[in-house]
């Protein structure tokens, strides 16, 4: 295995991307956007795992809707969250990151979703979060189970989300993180 260290720390408004090796069904070349991270635990939604489930398919009276649904997690997977750049156009949302948002006013969204205002670059819906408690994270990271990344806006809204792990795994520079974005994802069958 190779000895990486991220120089990042964990925080809001950065991505993890799980090791090469992580053979978690749910992690597995997982890359999540940390919406919380706090002295209390840490949140955020897996961006690379699209499930086969529409929106307006999931639920009742929603609006026509073609993007898929994502796989945010595997706590809370009954409930429904979003991310998205609308902004202040959608009340009670939280701001995570210069220009990315969370939440906010779900009647409205379905509003602009319905009025045809919402672009598919523009928000992303998760069924789930990943969540770990207090300190939990960081000693994951420090087992070398997650490596932290810089986050970006059009990563994390891109809709081709196949490479997104690869792609954030080669942009930390270096020879070691250009190494794993290639690994297999079955070295067995390589």
């Avoid at 408004?13 to 209390?40: C, Q, T």
């Avoid at 990943?130 to 990563?155: N, R």
């Amino acid at each position: 295995m190779f000895e990486f260290q991220s120089k990042i720390v964990p925080e809001q408004g950065k991505f993890l991307l799980a090791e090469p090796f992580l053979d978690d069904p749910y992690f597995k070349r997982s890359v999540i956007y940390l919406v919380e991270h706090n002295e209390k635990g840490s949140l955020g939604f897996i961006l690379n795992k699209p499930i086969d489930l529409k929106i307006n398919n999931a639920l009742v009276n929603f609006p026509s809707y073609s993007e898929s649904l994502y796989l945010g997690g595997p706590v809370q997977r009954d409930q429904l969250y979003f991310l998205h750049r609308l902004g202040k156009r959608v009340e009670k949302s939280i701001e995570i990151a210069d220009g990315i948002y969370w939440g906010g006013d779900f009647e409205t969204v379905k509003d602009m979703i319905e009025s045809k205002v919402i672009k598919p670059d523009e928000i992303r819906f998760f069924v789930g979060y990943a969540g770990w408690t207090s300190s939990q994270l960081e000693d994951e990271i420090q087992s070398k189970s997650w490596i932290v990344a810089p986050a970006k806006a059009e990563e994390i809204f891109d809709q081709d989300t196949k490479h997104l792990w690869s792609t954030v795994m080669k942009g930390l520079g270096g020879k070691e993180f250009a190494i794993m974005s290639n690994f297999p994802e079955d070295p067995n069958l390589n």
